[in-house]
């Protein structure tokens, strides 16, 4: 019988939002957002459900999207699927200090993330129930912070300056240690390049296989045509289709 992991890994997400709750950041950030902390009725609920054995891959993203984990709590996490395919539907506090621009309305919030929309959907379309992609697999975010800037706009972490990012960066490369750790997965892919690249420098000496999947994210011209085929080659030349 298999040990259930869901306690160590929700112990795991309490202890990197405590540490990121300990950081600090400069203008032209001006808004940090800790879905780890108002949303953490989500996030704990995904892990319970999800995140109870070994996996073989780890998916893993840069840092939560506005309308996705920043309001539900959950990586990727756009409303419709992590409510109607994830079967997660939690209450949602508000962050201490809120963009007006950027509101979290949690489970009400009626935009949809399109990388959430883009990654859930081609999940669902290829394993059916979620139990079936999780049984071999999780998703997870490097860093678990929303950033933003007095307009509103979105500032994700590597648009920062190097010695602002250092420490979070050393705290979220021990957090995907203690998830590998956990997991023990053959596998880390990176959603994107940036989450690829960190995943390669924070387990140098680890015995894992990298690889990488196009982002998402309708900001990238390649991923606006047909990202889900483009993805769907990607991992079966990597063998994980």
């Known amino acids: 019988m ?3 992991l869901s306690k160590q890994a929700i112990q ?3 202890e990197l939002s405590f540490g990121a709750n300990q950081l600090s950041f400069a203008a032209p950030t001006e808004f940090v957002y800790n879905p780890l902390e108002y949303a953490w009725k989500g996030h704990e609920a995904y ?3 999800y995140a109870k054995g070994k996996k073989k891959i780890l998916f893993m993203g840069m840092n939560p999207g506005p309308f996705g ?3 539900t709590g ?3 996490g756009e409303v419709e699927h992590v409510r109607d395919w994830l079967g997660i539907d939690e209450p949602v506090d508000v962050p201490e200090k809120m963009h007006p621009k950027r509101p979290i309305e949690g489970f009400a919030c009626v935009r949809s993330e399109v990388s959430g929309r883009r990654l859930w959907g081609a999940f669902k379309e290829r394993f059916g129930s979620a139990d079936a992609f999780f049984g071999e697999r999780f998703v997870v975010n490097y860093c678990p912070l929303v950033f933003m800037e007095a307009s509103g706009k979105n500032r994700t972490p590597d648009k920062m300056p190097a010695f602002e990012v250092a420490p979070l960066y050393a705290l979220c490369d021990a957090h995907l240690r203690s998830l590998v750790e956990l997991f023990e997965p053959s ?3 990176g959603v994107g390049a940036f989450a690829e690249t960190r995943a390669k420098e924070s387990l140098k000496g680890y015995e894992i296989n990298f690889g ?3 982002h998402p994210s309708p900001a990238s011209p390649a991923a606006n045509r047909g990202w889900a085929e483009q993805v769907e080659k990607q991992l079966n030349q990597l063998g994980l289709w």
């Open 47 to 49: 892990l319970s459900r």
């Open 12 to 14: 795991i997400a309490r």
């Open 69 to 71: 984990m920043a309001q």
């Open 2 to 4: 298999s040990i259930d």
């Open 187 to 189: 596998w880390v892919i």
């Open 74 to 76: 959950v990586p990727f």
């Open 212 to 214: 990488r999947i196009l």
